[in-house]
Nanobody, 123 residues
C-alpha cells in the first residue's frame, strides 16, 4: 500500500555533509507526520528529527544546530541535511511516515518505514 525509499547515504569524513532523501509512494491520500530515525550498531533505534505536515520540526539534542529536516508535501518527500558530521552519527537512517491510505472501503492509517540507508562517518 505504501512504499518509502531513502537515498543519499554513504561514506563521509568527520566535519562533512550529506543530504538524505525519502520518497513516499502508493495509494496515499495524505502524508501526515514524518520523521528520520537512526540505529547505530548495538544500539536501539532513536528519533533524529521529526516534521509535521505544517512544517513544525523537532530534533534530538545530539543533532540540533547540525541537521535540518524539511519536506515537500507536493512531492510526498522528506529530506535531512546533515552538516558537521561526527563519528557518532554513523548509523542506518530510516524514514518514517504516518500516512492515510486509500482502501476499497475508504481510508485507513498506515505507519510506514523505509528500508534504511547507511551513513558512515570515518576518516
Amino acid at each position: 500500500q505504501v512504499q518509502l525509499v531513502e537515498s543519499g547515504g554513504g561514506l563521509v569524513q568527520p566535519g562533512g555533509s550529506l543530504r538524505l532523501s525519502c520518497g513516499v509512494s502508493g495509494s496515499i491520500a495524505r502524508v501526515n507526520d514524518m520523521a528520520w530515525y537512526r540505529q547505530a550498531p548495538g544500539k536501539q533505534r532513536e528519533l533524529v528529527a521529526g516534521i509535521k505536515r505544517s512544517g513544525n520540526t523537532n530534533y534530538a539534542d545530539s543533532v540540533k544546530g547540525r541537521f535540518t529536516i524539511s519536506r515537500d508535501n507536493a512531492k510526498n518527500s522528506m529530506y535531512l541535511q546533515m552538516n558537521s558530521l561526527k563519528f557518532e552519527d554513523t548509523a542506518v537512517y530510516y524514514c518514517n511516515a504516518d500516512t492515510t491510505v486509500v482502501t476499497n472501503t475508504g481510508w485507513t492509517g498506515v505507519d510506514a518505514w523505509g528500508q534504511g540507508t547507511l551513513v558512515t562517518v570515518s576518516s
